[in-house]
């Protein structure tokens, strides 16, 4: 038994205690009280079943013609347990058509209710409708789309579920749009990764392809110009190694295939490691590398994986910062873990473009976008990497430059 059939039974069950109970409180004699359940039942019963007919084959009409049956099954099962009854109970002539005039009067009342409860229902439903089909519409990007979605659910006529729907309805439209905004952003992303890896992958190619030929024709034959070309071979093609090692390494966090290395460190140990390794680049660019950093706690993380990230951040750090600048490494702790700020004086970000900074392939402006020593990834490589050890970076101004953050839950 379903649970529908399970609550009609109840309500009947409920119906006949109770007409026993009034029956029995006004000493009615019980043949009597059969008989009236009994013709009430049958006659009720007969009337109901007539009406569930009428209602299922009308299925699929509109809201309003189901409404208005609803309404006449329900005013016919009543009237008709009462007629009989009245019959059984042989009632006079002028009793009856005194009924009648009752009845025919609550069934106006019926109807005019039914076909007003259809049409606040039939409204619904096509506001509803008309909210679907908003969902597949190009709508414009703009700050009031989503207020006017609201507007729109909150205007919905008609039983409580319709305005569920409504509000469900309006959930998926706006996770929809929020899908489709990031797949626009994702494809200028990259359509832009496309640009600049071409351009990064062109240059080198082709300075390393002139000087080969060079090399191969005798026209370079000086020792010192053989010297010179052979290095910057070398460093062209250690430029290219990079640049598929990042390409590479985002393929992997891009495409869920990520897995941290079994080799767990302390973090104190990966931070110590970073700064080495930064130092000698600071040293050459003529930049300060300041430590601040303090006693870490014992956040276990992958060695391989985090110490990229640190060093992608910090080398971003020491290039964008002028010679004779600051780059400060820092840590602290805070109820949720453990926070890492490296903090440069790069100048600053546009706040406009802040939001991009871990953008694949973002460079900002064109003088970033000219440095030789990127690819636009590391800082996409960076967040993919802190993400997969559970953490989150962020980027603010201060002062003369940028402080990104990392924060590692403990």
């Not at 295939?257 to 000698?280: F, H, K, N, P």
């Not at 020491?318 to 490296?342: A, F, K, Y």
Request: charged letters at 25%.
């Amino acid at each position: 038994m379903s649970a529908r059939q399970g609550w009609s039974v109840a309500v009947l069950a409920a119906g006949l205690i109770v007409a026993a109970g009034i029956a029995a409180s006004v000493g009615l004699d019980t043949g009597d009280t059969i008989v009236l359940v009994s013709v009430t039942v049958l006659a009720s019963g007969v009337a109901a079943a007539v009406g569930a007919t009428v209602l299922r084959a009308i299925r699929g009409r509109p809201v309003r013609a189901q409404a208005l049956v609803v309404a006449l099954s329900s005013l016919l099962v009543t009237v008709s347990g009462i007629v009989a009854s009245a019959w059984a109970m042989f009632i006079s002539t002028h009793d009856l058509a005194a009924l009648f005039v009752v009845v025919s009067v609550a069934a106006a009342v019926a109807v005019g209710a039914a076909l007003q409860l259809g049409d606040d229902i039939g409204t619904g439903a096509r506001q509803v409708v008309d909210l679907a089909r908003t969902m597949v519409d190009d709508r414009p990007e703009d700050a009031d789309a989503d207020v006017q979605l609201g507007a729109a659910t909150d205007d919905v006529t008609g039983p409580g579920e319709l305005a569920a729907l409504a509000r469900e309805l309006a959930d998926v439209s706006a996770e929809l749009d929020e899908s489709r905004r990031r797949e626009r952003t994702l494809e200028a992303s990259r359509r832009e990764l496309i640009a600049w890896v071409s351009h990064d992958l062109r240059s080198p190619l082709a300075t390393i392809r002139a000087m080969a030929e060079a090399l191969d024709d005798k026209i370079a034959d000086d020792e010192d110009t053989v010297a010179r070309y052979h290095r910057q071979i070398r460093d062209d093609a250690e430029r290219l190694t990079a640049l598929v090692d990042d390409l590479f390494e985002l393929s992997r966090i891009n495409s869920g295939s990520l897995r941290l290395s079994d080799e767990m460190v302390g973090l104190a140990d990966v931070v110590a490691d970073a700064l080495a390794g930064a130092a000698t680049r600071a040293s050459v660019k003529d930049v300060e590398l300041v430590e601040q950093v303090g006693a870490l706690p014992d956040v276990e993380v992958s060695a391989r994986e985090f110490t990229r990230a640190l060093d992608n951040l910090l080398d971003n750090a020491v290039r964008h910062t002028p010679p004779g600048g600051r780059v400060v490494v820092e840590s602290r702790t805070d109820p949720d873990g453990v926070v890492l700020q490296v903090v440069d004086e790069c100048g600053g970000i546009p706040e406009t473009e802040l939001t991009r900074v871990f953008d694949v392939a973002f460079r900002g402006d064109a003088a970033r976008g000219r440095d030789a020593g990127g690819g636009g990834l590391g800082l996409a490589i960076v967040r993919g990497l802190v993400e997969a050890h559970s953490g989150s970076v962020e980027v603010a101004n201060r002062d003369r430059g940028c402080c990104f953050t990392i924060r590692l839950p403990s």
